[in-house]
């Protein structure tokens, strides 16, 4: 006789984010939660910051207490499987050592550091002093680093705008501890955008035709992409193609909800 049990649904891999949450809904935990489920993987949250932002900017940014930081942080790895971590905005420096120690102690398999500094709008969302921490830290558990150029020249400490200074800035940032760098080439010029990748088998690039618009949370969605592609059981190279390609996809097919000119990414 047939059987009248339903067969469980397979459960899929699970990936963590700690980030800041925007309120627009275009970056931050929002575009990480989406970019997860892009990808079938189930995403998990921790807050670290909550801003009022919009398509226009960010006015204002809450800080999360440590203690609920640290609560989220332990409920999540208490009960989940979490394949893959991805940190984003931070905020500060008390929150920075907070999570790396936290990661100290937990282990994930894949940790994915993309070090959030300054928004779109300009607006700052890393103090000044965090840097340090995020340094001598956060940045040595990373498998994948993902710092955009400005964010690169911060944590360097010099401009990086020539073709030589950018070549050797991949090793650079590998001296600071990360597995691998995805050196982000959106806020350089040109018909293409050129995102440098460094490990210690050596560099490749990813390119794509530049397009003519301006991205919000594309920076955010890339390092989450990452993170999902590396929960799914992809080597860090081939994760940073795909969720390059993925990126370029999204924005591609962006639109502009709000008033601002930036366009928000199609999941």
């Known amino acids: 006789m047939p059987s009248n049990r339903v067969a469980q649904p397979t459960t899929p891999p699970i990936a963590l984010t700690i980030a800041g949450s925007d309120s627009g809904g275009g970056a931050g935990v929002q575009a990480d939660l989406k970019t997860f489920h892009a990808h079938g993987v189930h995403g998990l949250s921790v807050i670290a910051a909550v801003t009022s932002q919009n398509t226009r900017g960010v006015s204002a940014i809450h800080a999360v207490p440590l203690t609920h930081i640290r609560r989220q942080i332990e409920a999540v790895f208490d009960d989940f499987p979490i394949a893959a971590v991805k940190t984003g905005m931070l905020g500060n420096a008390a929150t920075v050592r907070l999570v790396a120690r936290e990661l100290r102690k937990r282990k994930p398999a894949w940790l994915v550091v993309d070090p959030v500094m300054i928004a779109t709008s300009g607006a700052r969302l890393l103090d000044e002093d965090a840097i340090d921490a995020m340094i ?71 390119r794509h035709v530049r397009l003519p618009r301006e991205g919000h949370g594309t920076g955010c969605t890339l390092a989450s992409a990452i993170a999902a592609e590396l929960a799914t059981g992809q080597t860090p190279r081939s994760a940073v193609r795909r969720a390059s390609a993925y990126v370029h996809r999204a924005l591609k097919q962006g639109y502009r909800p709000g008033g601002g000119s930036t366009y928000v990414l199609r999941h």
């Open 136 to 206: 001598n830290e956060l940045i040595p558990l990373a498998d994948v680093l993902t710092p955009n150029l400005p964010e690169a020249e911060a944590l360097l400490g010099c401009p990086l705008r020539t073709s030589t200074r950018l070549a050797s800035a991949g090793e650079a940032l590998l001296a600071l501890g990360a597995g691998s760098v995805l050196l982000k080439g959106g806020h350089a010029r040109g018909d293409e955008v050129v995102d440098r990748y460094f490990d210690d088998r050596g560099s490749m690039e990813v």
